[in-house]
Each structure stands twice: as C-alpha cells, then as structure tokens.
C-alpha cells in the first residue's frame, strides 16, 4: 500500500494551490473538501518563488497554516517539493541554468520548467530548498507522502547548454572509459566523425544533416538519467531527513524523454497523469487502460496512484472538449479497477488567472451548484466504500515488452520506414484490453517466467543478454510473439548480422533476407493456412525458414508464396512470428492463435465497451465491472459471486449495468 | 474633409518613386499623371536612404525638384517621412536599432522595416531626419498631407532585444507601480511566477511553454504603445514645424499588432490600405466593405482616405490573380461610397526591379497602351464628378463592437476552444453588408446611445466599467445582441467569478454554467420556439436563465433542452444571447430579431452582389448603388430621386446598372 | 572515355569504406568483388578523420593496405579526397569552420559537410591535405580517377557567418567595382536600400521581408562559386601533382545550389549520384533518364560516370521501399544506354552502425546468399559484355534550355505565381523521352545550331547576349518553341521593358500586356485552330499578336479569343510560343507541331515503358532497348539489324523482351 498509515484507504483528492487565492478562503475550501470526500491535497507544486522571495530568504508561515488547517480538518497532505518551477530570481543571478535547444537557441523564464536538469546551480538550490522543506514538514502529522518535482520534462525535454554538454562528455566518459570505445560504439569511422579528444564530443546540437545515431540515443539516455539524478538529489535529502514517508514524483503516459523502467527502480510508488482526449471516444477508456497498466507494471508489487486527471475538460489542446456527466467518475473507478489506490485532480479550485485557468477544477468558476462539483462529491462517497480494495493488485498472465531503448532506437532518422513503436504496441494491447484480458507490460531484462504469453511489437533493439534472456523464457516452455522489426540491432544500434534477427533466429526458426515496405495507399494480402486472407500493410519481412512452419503466406509482390506468420516449437515452448502488419481480422486471427497456443483466457466475457478486471491480494478479490457503453447492459458472472460494494447488494448470476454503469464485486 | 484646401475633391493618385527612375522619365510621369486625372501623390516612403547617404549628410535637392516639378503640373503632395525603412548605415553604426524576436534571432537589414520600435537610436535619427524634412517642405505649396512612416509593424511586429526588455520593464512600472500589483494582475502565484526585482521581468520570450497569459496581454499592449510613440514622437515634430498640415498613417485592414482604436485619435484622419485578394470572388468586396467601416469607425467624425490599393495584381500572396475589367473600379468607388475622400493606388509606375516589381501599378511595364492605364483614367475622369461628396458621412444606426484588447486576450494560447475573433465579428458584419444595413464599429468603451442596435460578437475581455457601459445602454433603450465567449475575463485576463457572464449577467438575465466545444465533425441542432431548427457547431454554452426567455433551444447532448438563444426585457431596451455558432440560416432568424426589436432596417432592398450606401452632411445626401454582380440589375428607388452624377440624368423610379456598372446619385 | 588507361571497360563498382571493417574482412571483400565483376572502387569518401587525428598527424598506413590489395587483385581506384566532411578536431581548433545560417545560427559537427565554403582554415587544412594524399597516391597504379569531396553542397548550401559575409562583399567588389552599380544593379533605391559604404552590405540574412531579389540571386551565384572555389583549389593540386589522371566531383540531379553548367568546365568529366524514388512507379525510369541527359550534357563531348545508385532501397526518404528484382539492372543500363560509361554504386558493403546503414549495398546485411548479391554478380558480368560501347556519345536533335540563373530568378519569392522551373522541364522532357526522342538540355549560351529543336520553358531570366543567340538560332533556321514566363528580367532580374518578352519580341512577333493566373480549381480553355479543344491551367499570356499567327486561342475570361499559342516564321526558321500551361493532351499538340516544323523524329516507335536510345561514335552504333513494363514485348526493328551483345545473337526485323528485359544491338 502507498502509505502504511492508511491501511484501507483510496486516497481522493487534488492539487491544492491555496497561495492563489485570499487567505480567507481556505475555510471554504477544507470545509468542501470534507463535504466532497477529500482525503488528500497535493501542495506546493509551483510554490518555491512564493516560498523563496531570494537566494537566502524562506518564508514558511503561510504554508505552516495551510498544513496545520488540513490537519486540523483531518485532511492529509502530499507535499510538492516545489522544483518544477524556479523562481525569477535564479535565472537572473545564475542565467546558466536556463535549457538551450540543439540550435544553441535559449529557453527563457516565464512559462515554468526553465532549467537545464545538469546545471550545477540549479540542483544545489533545489537542495537547499528541499532540505529546508523537508526540515520543516517532514514531520509534521498531515503529511502522507512526497511528490517530487512535477511531471518532469513535460516540455523541456533536452538540454544542449555548455554545462550539458561537459556533463554529456563526463557521462560518456564513465560509459565508455575511452575515445576509442566510444568510436567503435558510435560506428564513427563512417563520416569522418571519429574523435580523438574529448572535448571534442558534442551533444546531438543541430548540424547540417542527422547527427550520428549512437550519440543520439546515448544522449537520450544521458538526458533520461540526468533529470533522475535532480530528483534523486531530492529523494536522498527526503529519505535522510523523513525516513517513513514514502516518495514519488508524477509520470506522464507514454513518455519518451524519461526511461521511466529504471526510474521507477528509485521511487516508493508510480504515480501518473491521466488526461485521455475526449475526442478519442471509447478511445479515451483504452488510453487510460493501457496507460494504467504502464505505470502498474513499472512497479509490479504495488498499487499507483493517479495523481492528476481532469474533471471536465483541460485547457492545453487545440480544442477541448468537456467530459460528459458520468465519464469523470467512471475513467476514476477504472485507475482502481486497474491498480490504483489513489484517485487525484488538477485541480482543487479553478485559477481566476494564468496559463491553466481554462483547466477545469473540482470547484469550477462558476462554483459548487454545478454537475462537476457534484460529480466531484458522489465519486468521493463512492470511493469510501472501496477501502478494501487498497493494498490489492492486479496479476496478469499476459506481457508486453516495452523497452525505452528501443523506442528511442526505433524512431531514430534513417530508417526502412516509420515506426510508431508506441501505437503499435498500444494496437496490441487494445486488443486484450477489449477482450477483458489483464496485460502487463515488461522489460525484456525482466523474469518472464510468470507468464503465460509474451508479445514483443517492434522490439527493434535487444541486447544479447535480453535476448537470451526471452529465448530462455520460451525454451522453459513460454509462448512469444514477435512482431517485425525485432532484435535488429544491439545496445549500441549497431546490426547484429548474420541474417536478422540474429540473435531470435534460433528462438524463432527462420532468418529475415530483405524488407519491402509500402505506403498507405499499398498492401499484400496474407493467405493464413485454412485459406482465409487478410490485408497486409506498411512492412513486409522476406523470410527464409529454418524449422519454423508457416501459418500465413504473402499473396503477391517478389516474395509472394513466401512465409509472412511462423510458429516454431522451442525448447518446452513455442515462438510465434508476425512479419508484417496486417488488418484488424489478421490481428486477431494472429493473436488468437498465439492466446490458444498460451492457454490464456479473459476473465469474463462481456460485450463491447464493457470493461473488466481483478484486484487480489491477502486473500481478498474484487471483480471490477465498468460500463463504459452508451446502453445498459447485462453481464453474466459465471460462477462469480460476492456483495457488490456500490449497493451493498450480493451479486450473482448476472450483472446489471446501466449506461456508464460500474460495480465492484467482493468475490467470495 | 482632409484638407480645407481642397473642398470639394475626392484625391486621386498614388504612391510616387522617381528616385527609383532617371530624371528623364519625370516630365513623363507628370504628363500622364494629369491625363490620368492625378491630383496627389505620395512620395518619399522609401526615400530615407537616397536622402541621407550618412549621418551628417542630406541630400534634398532631388525632391525639391520632384516637388517643384508637381506644383508647377497642380499635383499635390502627401508626403511622407521616410522613416518605415532605415538605412542600412544604421544599422552598421548603431546595430541596438535591429529587433529581435522571442527567441534573440535579430532581425537584418535588406528587406525593410528592420527597427525596433523601442530602439533609442532609431527614434532619436528618425526625430532628427523628420525636423529636417518638415523644415524643408512643410510650407511648400504642393503639400497638402504628411503620411508618417508606412504600414506600421507590418512585418516585424515584436521586439524582445535588450533596449525592449527595458522599455517593457518601465512601460510595466508606470502602469502597476509596484511589483506587488504586477504579480496579482498577471496571476504570478501559480507555475512559480512571482517577481521579486523588476530586472527579473522579461518579455515574453521563447520558453519551455506558453508565457504568462497577462505578460502576453501586456506585451501586446506595450508594443503597440511602442509603435505608436514612434508616431507620436514625428507627429510632435511636424505639428510644431506645419500646424495646418493634417498628419495620417496609412493602416492595415484587421491587422492585430496595433491597437488602433487608440492610435486613431492621435491622427487627425484616418487611412489605410485595401488590399483584397482576387481569388475571395464576391467576398473581396465584403473584405473591403468592412475594412472600410472599420476604418471610418476609427473617426467617426471625418472622411477617411484609401490609401492604397493595387489597379490590378499583387505580387506577395503565393498566387496573384488580376482584378478583371471593370473590378478597380468598382472597388474604387466603394471606399467613396463607405466614407473615403481619397483614392491612391500602390504605386504610380511599376518598378522595374527590387521586391514588388510584379505588383502592379498604374503604369505597368507594359506601358500606357494597356487597359490598367485606361482604367485608372477613366476613374479618374469620373471621381472628379464626385467633388460634392467630399467630405459627407455615413451615418449607420448599427454597431458591432471591437476592441484590441478582446481580441488579443480571446486568441492566446489555452482556450477552452479556438476562436478567430475577425472571422467571427466579419461573418456578422457581412450579414449587414449584404441587406444594405449600415454599420459601425464601436469599442465598448464609446457611447452607444446613438445605435438601435449593438451587437457584440465573442466580447471575450470587457472591463467592469465597460460592461457597465453596455448595461447602462440595455437600460436606456438599446437593443443588445451579445455571443457566447463575452465578458468572460477582466482587463487582466481573469476570470470574473460568479457565473459567466458575471458582469453581463443581470442585463442578459441568464448565468453560464460551462463550455461544450465540439470539433469540426460534431454538430448540435437548435430548435426555434416556432419549431424550426437549425446547426449548432463548435461551442454551446449551458446557460441557466433567470429571467431570460428561450428563443430557441439545444436538441442534443446532456444539455439538450437548455436554452441556446435568448431575451432578456431589461429596463428600457432588450438585451438578446446567442450561445452557440449557428449555421447561415439560424444566425440571419436571430439577426432577424434582433433587427426587428430594434427597428432597423435597410436603405433599399436589391438583388445580390448590388451595395447601396448613403452619404450625406451639410444638407447633402448622396445615394451609391454599386453593382458587383456578373449581370445588368433593376433597382427600385422607391422615393428616392435625384441627378446620378455620372451620367448627369436624373435618376427615379428604378435604376438600371450593367454588369459592374455604378451610380452615385444625388438626392434630391 | 574516362580513363585512357581502360578504352573499352565500362567501369563498375561501388564506395567501398574499409575503415568501418576489421581489416579480416578485407581479403574477402576484394575476393568477392571479383566474383562480382567490380573493377573500380571509390574509396576514402570520409576517410579525413581516420587519415589525420590532428592537425599535425598523418596516417596512411592502412590506406597504402588498402591500395596494394586492390591493386594487387586487379580493382582499380576511384580515390576521394576525403575533404566532405573535415575531422572533429578542426571545429574545435577553429570553430570559424562552421557554417551558419541565414539567423546566424551554426551548424555543428555531428553529422557530415559542417564547413563553410567560404573558410580560409577549412580551405587551407583542406588543401594541406589533398597535397599529401596526392603525393602519396596520385602516381598509384592502382588510381583510375580522383573523387574530389562528395555531393557539394548536399544539405549545407549557404553560409551567413562572418567570414562568407566578407567574402560576399569582396565578390561583389569584384563583380561590380562600385556601390553605385552594385546599388543599380540591386535596384535599392526602393525600400531605402541603398549602400553607402561597403561593410553595410549583409547576405541575405534573416529580414523581417524578403530580401532584395538580386541580393538573393547574387548571393545564391556567390555561394556555387565559393563551393566551386573549393573544388578548383584540390583541382589544381591534383593537377600539378598526377596531371595524368581524370579529375571529377559527383553531382546531384536538378541540384539548385550549384551551377553545375559552370560547375563542369572545370571537370574533366561528369559524374553524378542517381536515387530516383521507387514511389514514383514508371516515373523513376522518366527520372533517372532526365538526370542522365542533364548530366551527359553538362560535358557533350564526354561519356559521364553513374557514381552512386543503391542497389535496392535508401535510407534517407521517409518511406524507403526497395527495388524489385530486375529494377536495379535495368536502371543500371539505362544510365549507359544515356550516355554512362561507369556504373557504380553507394557501398559495397552494408555499414553495421551508423547514419547509413540502411542504406542497401552491394552486399547485404544478409550476406551474399541474398537476391541483392546476385544481382550484382550478374549485372557485372553482362557490363563486361558492352566494353565496346565504351567512349562512344548520345547526340540528340532537340535540345531543352536549363539555366540555373532562370531557375534561382523564377523561384525567388514575390512572383505573380510559383513557377516550378524543374517540374515544367521536366514535364517536356519527358514528353520527348516516353518518344524516344533523345534531348540534349543546352545553356541558352551554347551553340545551338546543331539542333533542329529548341524548347525554352519558363527561361524567365534571359540575357540580352543570349536572348541574341537564341533570335540568331531561329533567324537562321533553328525552330524555337518558348513557354510563358520566359525572357521576362535581365541577369540582374530587372524586368526588360517594352513588352514581354521584349528581348524575344521580334522573333516570336507578339507582346504581352499582363497575365492572368488561377488556382488549381479554375481552368481556361484552349481551342485550336482546327477546332479541338484542351485545358489550359495556371498561367495565361494575354498577347498582341504582331507578326504571329494564332495556332490555338483562349476561350474564356476577358482575354477571350485572344492568342494563346502562337507560330512565327522568322528568318529561315520558326518560332512557336506557348502562353499557358496546357493539359496533357494539348501540350502534345503543341509539342507535335514544333516537332513536325523540325522534322524530328524518334529512333524507334515503342510501346509504352519502353525505352529506346542510341549511342556511337568512331564508327560505332549500339542501340539500347529496355522494357520498364511488366509484360513482354515484340519491338520493330526496322531497318536496324546487328549482333545483341548480351547475347551473342544477331537481331533483325523484330526484338522479343520479357518484362524488365533488355537488350544492346551492336548496329551493322
């Protein structure tokens, strides 16, 4: 559980930004929060220049009666570390902490986010303010947690300043030892770029065509783990100083610059911000089902928490629709259903000012006698019933490798073509989020024996030893499906040779000549072995076998004839592959026949728009029952059985939901 | 009238370049300018350079002879200073003149316009060059205007360089006073913004996200200010040197950067540049047809002048069409017609070489034996039948207000939806344009007791005391017609609380609860309280009444049923809500009712594509009936008669106009 | 032919980058180009890094390796320079090396090409290098040809920084002498732009406007000639030192940074790199043939080298689909059946790491039991069989003008519409190529009475002195067809007054008064003189015929019934002109009558995708013909007979070819 303090409890609440407004008004805003069920308020996210007026002043009396008025309400507190946003003062005494672009092109003060995570200044000051922090609160009885930083890297996401780039050349320097390793990794000898003084190395600045890959993806690494060091700076102040209380800092989705596998290695807990578009329709719901099942699965031994989302709509996308009544609370009830124990907003009250205004709040403009307030309120009374459900997790058989490196690598410049690494493994993962299937995502360093089935989609880069580690996994007896344009090169993006993928050739039965890849107006068909056809788009693999059989074939082009979908018997397990991207029927013909070969099956079946997962643990299961159609339906339970926690009523037999529906079953 | 001078002429001509041209070529030039029936030219835009080779040279003696050459010929002079492009010596010596944009990239010398308005030096040169220019010909007898400067900001439109940032640090102190009263108007508590020295305060340059909303308010604000004391400070100096010389700036159309509401009443008459692209078909003369309102709104109390149009292409849009046959003329006599005493054409003869030699001039490359030179002699001849009319108005008893203000504040970044401000206010205006309905503009800090009708399209920013304004006017007798997205925030962008409109809330007589914004593809539908319905696209506003009746309502989505349209009786007059963007037919019905209460109607009802106008003033009334359509027309008169002025008959009963055809009648 | 040293080899081969290898791999790369048939490799193309650690260090070590066992197996060298893009170190020794652009901004070393052309170090460290490559190579019996650089210009084609802006200055010193003809020449009395002292004058850097025209025109003629700078500068070095050996640089297609026209003067022969789109369908043959005549013609009395090709996809383009079996042979031949005496490739071996390893090369990432490596083999051994072909020429009838001033003049903005110079001669010359009809393209400078037929598409830019050749061409007997936009602006892009086009007037016996232009979405239409009818787009003449007579006139608009296509007989010869852009079928009509005039005819009739061309000399006549269609063909001969040269067999009265098939007829 996140906090040991509160055994039972689904934390509910927002950011709190009290310092916006009248000091008079804070009465009125804990005695709502009571009334809508508020049991926790993140404070401080953008407070440091509030705090901080000068390099040597602090003033903590406000936020002193901020803490001892929740307190007192016995609200709790997840305290900001304030890092997100330096105040004016330090850019204009230490204008080297602002970011400059790889164009050399500054990032100036006036938005929020304006630092270089390596500059030297910027992370001794936000020491000194942490500690001050953590001095002062740690431990103070409101506080239930740290929130460190704030979505770092949402928009400054790299950084090619002077002190980057010595603190680029320092970090290679521990990776590599020396120049001529360097060199060999970043295949230097090709275009003249190998380098025989450091100093001459530069991060990836903008020259007159791409810049090498390997120095790309190393300085995506670097960038990754030089805003994990600022927030480790700040982790190792506040596990120093308030030993007990657990720490986190709030990830984004599917988030490129941040390899958040090895950050969540360094936190107590995940959590994340869940801002689905409205205007993906039912879309909006897999976006958070496979985005709750990233941030879970980076942390596979506890609960999220969700630490914003919106109650209506945001501010920051073109157009911005709101979410209509109902869809609020049940995309909530879904963080629980898939792992979270917390449910949190951006933000409390709505700003009458600055640049998130039009964000929508839990009190909004236009005040509490409105349905987003009152939506507010009844999800907060729904929530305390769930308290059981804390502590519980969700245990799939199914896995999906997602692995930075190779998202990084995959959509490097230079390629055969596009890939979207990410739509596509989120194309795979909609397909058993829609047939009520749990999926966790994994890293392909991971134990994998746990599960059943393991889908690799694009995993372009794979070292060695990750590689053995997967071929390992089937030769025990696992079932793999890989897609195309796996294990295509190493950790360096250097081309394993030997006929692709090289080091799944043997895992895999069959070895890749050549790829012929089409736009969107082109395809081939796939002729699967009982004769049915589907379309084949975008990628065609040319492959030679070598014990794997063939389940589908190409119908035209060069290589027509040839395999397209292999299964190949491996050790005590089998290894499917997929070799081209084929339409909604061949996926499905695909990964049923991968699910069957797995024996994997859905927890119940349910019809379309209807979502449902499992929480278990210390004895206890919930089943999860999300309406998320625009009709009620009726839902047959099979054996489950139990008291559903909404109603209080035992459930059996069938489930009946209405539109945007939800019941939680204490399966007994 | 524009100059006392001349009471009874509509000018005529163009701007005039000879330094661009051998001194042979001039006798020509004025030889066919009176064959033209040229009676002004302006000279010196770009002559700053050719005058002053350094910074203690000048160099008059070409232009005393180009004046004397044109006074001998009759033809006056609007002269102008000189100052919109500096020469390229100063830039080498003082290289601070050059601006830079938000990110710190200077902007050159080589095209033009290459000065920040903030620029110490740039103005002291530009005050020390127009004493000298003024001392020179501010008596001579051929000057009839000044033209101060040219386009203002038409390209380079904002300056972040260092003398701007100290400017815009003064600008901020003289308006806030204290750093206190900044940080409150501009919301600095949130995302860390406070200030806490004034050196720490920027424009709003590029960093990692949007700026500050109320920083960009300002800015925007400050810069126009900017521009305008670039104005201010040549206006003093030829007022001083040439009472009796009236001054102008010819403006742009709808152009954003410059506030000019405020600049007009520094001027002592209004012009500007008309420049409708060719390939709008019928909506070029829409375009113009409200440029020309807009700028007669400006000074409501004087003519206005054209001062620039093309006779035939433009050479800056990608593709430049023509003007057909017959189009110039037209376009020509519909500034008359809308209030000009002027009609000047960009440029006299087509440049032969440098950046707008393929845009058209009165004397093209091809020379006098082209249907461009008859053309414009032709107008020419007739605009002198029009000397009567100088110097009448026109006098609308409909208004649409704009303000700057709203329209900066309702474009910045993070928005509930898009809205395009001049689209909007332009598509309501058409609606009159096109019944013969006479508008003005007003800002909504003027007195609107005179109008039976204002309507306020997206008034997103009104002040209390403005809102006040419109309220008092409801009370008095008025008929309002305001639109979703109106008094939404205050002069510093924030959200006035307590139910949108807050401060329009009593006079309209409903409160708005939130937004529903819908993209392109989604549509609501509004049914009228006779039945009929209509599209309902982009935003709905859920509108609780509270003394308002429901024109017409919402069909769909959780809202369906509330109402879309309303009226609110209140005091005096009647102030009527439109909550939605409805499609052509549900705007004309509520256009319609607000029209019909305020007994509104038009000067005389004609086929399409055919404008009628009035002028009138000192017992004068002129009626303009310009045929725009592609076919001869019939126009019923009803009473009115009089002697058309073309022709020299006597025009009742009806009045035939070819295809293109025009008449200006003189009422009797 | 190339080299004396091989009077009869077509050379083969491709880049071959050892340096990226284990020297292991040598032995098996030279072994398996013999296999492959290759005689001639490039190599050192970025071999500067490898070659000179640092300023003072030289290693040539593994290049004299490298040399002796190519040397030793019978591989000739094609060795480069190695200066395309300069070592690590010399940025960071004189950091003035890097370009910037027109903001000033740099681009940096990381990816290839970051110097300046315009820099005295890179120059001279440049110069120091070539001397003592070539003193260590050029009396290498292995060398065959000097490769100096490789693809000029390619993503960095202009320099903005301190020292080009000095050079600029001192180019046009030279070029003008004085500011007031520079001033003249620019014409800068408009937009205040006149110079007064030298060091006022910029490139044309980041304005806030377009830069003047002619500042952009000169300074895109100062930038080819500061790349050409850099070429003559290694070109005199090789001369003086292996004065023996032919010297080229490889040139890209329609390249627009250099004037390849001047380029090649200074070349002993042309080379070029050809990468047409496989998604361009039959269009990759029309690409590859136009690329091959410009090329061939930038040196009509030389064969030219095929560079570079791939031999299945690229890397670079965002979708890279490969070549389909056969496509690479095919596309091979036809480089010499235009006029190729090389045909190489980009690389031998497939790179493991880095920017290019996508790139397809000779051999796979797969290895040699790959279709790719086969191919390869064969297409190597039939080169052998067409040894007799070498040295022999194209010499076509018809020629197509291509100047690269006209095409930096036409393309600059402020036009009365874009004008895509390359499409529109491509769109002719490809009517002429689907004809098998060989076109030469010419220099409106050149010679041109050897040709029956001129075209001049769009030759906007036209000099007095040529615009006297081309009159001369038709006065005696020459038929010239010119298209709209042509011989509109002297070198200085100064419009020529007195009528367009009014250097070509009198030989084409109209003028033009204006033009009228349309988006996509409108068309005209043309009526011909006897009575056939076609659209015409884009662009119309509205012409007065004197002289002319009309062959085809408008039907609409209000140039209605004037001339649109017109015929001129002038002199001994005939002058056709084109004043719109017609569609497919009226251009043929047009072209149809120009031929017919000039009694043009093919070399043979074909059916469609089959292409047709002739090469001879010394006695010599080989007929080419390849069949790009997917079926079979049966060609008439004619009166052609000979002996087919792949194999053996003597073909008389008709052809047979299989899809993609190919055959050469050593003509009796």
Redesign the interface.
């Known amino acids: 559980m996140i906090s040991s303090k509160f055994p039972s409890t689904i934390f509910y609440g927002g950011d709190y ?1 009290p ?2 407004w009248p000091e008079s008004v804070w009465p009125e805003d804990v005695r709502l929060m009571k009334e809508a069920g508020v049991n926790l308020v993140s404070v401080g996210i ?5 705090i901080q ?2 390099e040597h002043t602090f003033d903590f009396g406000w936020l002193d009666r901020v803490f001892d008025l929740l307190w007192a309400n016995g609200i709790s507190v997840c305290l900001a570390t ?1 890092t ?6 330090m ?2 005494k230490y204008p080297n902490i602002l ?1 400059e672009d790889a ?12 630092y270089s995570p390596s500059s030297s200044n910027y992370r001794r000051l936000a020491a000194v303010f942490v500690r001050k922090l953590a001095e002062r609160y740690g431990k103070h009885p409101a506080l239930v947690t740290w929130h460190i930083n704030n979505e770092y890297a949402c ?2 996401n790299e950084c090619h300043n002077a002190e980057s780039t010595l603190e680029f050349r320092a970090w290679l320097k521990r990776k590599y030892g020396t120049l001529e390793k360097l060199n060999e990794a ?12 450091w ?4 991060t ?12 790309q993806l190393d300085f995506k690494r670097f960038t990754s783990d030089e805003f994990l060091e600022c927030y480790l700076i700040e982790h190792r102040i506040l596990r120093e100083i308030s030993p007990a209380i657990p720490i986190t800092t709030n990830f984004i989705g599917f988030f490129k610059p941040l390899d958040y596998h090895r950050w969540a290695q360094e936190m107590d807990y995940v959590s994340w911000d869940n801002y689905p578009d409205p ?1 993906l329709g039912h879309g909006a719901e897999a976006y958070g089902a496979v985005g709750h099942d990233l941030k879970r699965s980076q942390k596979k031994t506890m609960p999220f928490v969700l630490m914003e989302q919106a109650p ?2 945001v ?2 996308r ?5 979410k ?2 109902g869809v609020m609370r049940l995309q909530s009830l879904q963080a629980v259903a898939r792992g979270a124990d917390g449910v949190m907003f951006f933000q409390w009250r ?9 964000h929508s709040a839990m009190i ?4 509490v006698e ?3 307030f009152k939506e507010i309120s009844q999800l907060g009374a729904e929530l305390k019933k769930l308290g059981a459900v804390a502590g519980t997790l969700v245990k799939p058989t199914v896995a999906i490798t997602f692995d930075w490196d190779a998202w990084w690598a995959v959509e490097l ?6 890939i979207d690494y990410v739509a596509w493994t989120q194309e795979i993962h909609r397909w058993f989020y829609e047939r009520n299937i749990a999926v966790d995502f994994v890293h392909p360093e991971e134990k994998l024996d746990g599960y059943s089935l393991v889908v690799a989609p694009a995993l372009y880069l794979l070292t060695k030893k990750n590689a053995d580690n997967v071929t390992a996994y089937v030769r025990g007896g696992g079932t793999l499906l890989a897609t195309y344009c796996s294990a295509i090169v190493d950790e ?4 394993v ?4 993928p090289a080091w799944l050739r043997e895992a895999l039965g069959l ?9 969107e107006t082109q395809k081939n068909v796939l002729k699967f072995a009982g004769g049915e056809t589907c379309d084949a788009k975008h990628w065609c693999d040319v492959i030679h076998l070598e014990g794997a059989k063939a389940l589908a074939t190409f119908e035209s ?2 290589f027509a004839g040839r395999a397209a979908v292999t299964e190949n018997a491996f050790g005590k397990g089998a290894a499917f592959y997929l070799g081209t991207k084929p339409d909604a029927v061949g996926l499905t013909r695909v990964l049923e026949a991968a699910v069957a070969r797995a024996k994997v099956s859905p927890v119940l079946k349910t019809p379309a728009n209807v979502e449902v997962t499992v929480r278990e643990g210390g004895g206890k299961r919930f089943l999860f029952v999300l309406n998320h159609g625009e009709a009620a339906v009726e839902i047959a339970l099979g054996g489950i059985a139990g008291v559903e926690l909404f109603s209080g009523i035992r459930a059996t037999g069938t489930l009946k939901l209405a539109a945007l529906g939800a019941a939680v079953v204490s399966v007994e």
């Open positions: 930004n310092e916006q953008f407070s440091w220049a509030r007026p000068d304030c997100a946003s330096p105040p004016a003062w850019w204009r970011p164009s050399g092109i500054p990032y100036n003060q006036g938005a929020r986010q304006h928009h400054m970043w295949g230097a000898a090709f275009w003249s770029q190998l380098y025989h003084q100093d001459e190395v530069l990836p600045r903008r020259a007159p065509y791409h810049c090498n890959p390997t120095q205007l209506a709509a501010n920051w073109p157009l911005n629709p709101t209509n009544p709505a700003s009458k000012a600055g640049a998130e205004k039009y909004p403009h236009a005040g409105t349905r987003t410049e230079s390629k055969v073509a596009r360096n993006e250097h081309v040779l030997g006929g692709y070895w890749i000549e050549e790829w012929a890849v089409m736009p082009d060069f």
